[in-house]
């Protein structure tokens, strides 16, 4: 059994509701963050934290609880859902929304809810053999906020589909960003490098990046489509995806199309941290 917090109440997720009149619903004003823990911690609390204070402040969202606060709820929840059953590890999903408005418009007092949900794994294989990306000519609003607004990717499920790819990568006026959910790196000799803007500031990219920096140079800046043709590797990085090769993207085959060492190194270096987190 999963449990769940909203707006000061503790309860098992089915429980709890939010109201029609939420803004999150009405408008799709919203934010979010996930994060998961390693060994019954969380992981990059203090990271996860910061990034979703600033989302916060950028759609004008008041906190209705501190950082110990949050952190005390946390604790709570990990200690319940274990003691019902559940696996000492599991993802947690803050949503923030605009609250309940009388008039469908005006923010008054944000609803925070916070979740514990199962981890639901990459399949193994994709480490093994990498993901194929189609490109979309599109840049998220509001990039470095962690919004609720998803439309983009669920409206192109179909295409992905049909091109038996995992995800988009987003590129405007032919400079990449980011994919859909995670964040995109390529691999050119000892450098790895990474976009710098249009892009949500991963917490899953900044601890690979920190783990890199002994044995690579680690650059951030504009990563332009025509790069691709001579990258040795590209990957991306995110919570669940951890450090993901991509070896074809749309018709483009990345390098010699096998997974490359950068990427297994880094996984590897990934797996070693949350370990003995």
Known sequence: MHYGYFNGTIAPTDQLAVGITDLGLLR????????L?????????????ERFQNSAMRMHLPLPVTKNETFGIITDLIERSVDAGTSADMA??????????ADSISIEQPNLLILTESIHPVPAIQYEQGIKVILDEYVRE????????????????????AARASDLLYQKGGEISELSRSNFFIVKGNQIITPDRHILHGITRRTVMQLAQTDFEVIERSVLLSELYDADEAFTTSSTKKVLPIVQIGDLTIADGHVGPTSKFLLQQFDELTRNW
């Open 28 to 35: 799709g004003y919203g934010l979010f963050d996930y994060f």
């Open 37 to 49: 823990t390693y060994n019954g911690k969380p992981f990059q609390w203090d990271w996860y934290w």
């Open 142 to 161: 509001m990039a470095e906020v962690k919004s609720t607004d998803y439309k983009r990717v669920i409206l192109m499920a179909e295409a992905i589909r």
């Open 92 to 101: 947690f999903r803050f949503v923030m929304t605009g609250g309940y408005s």
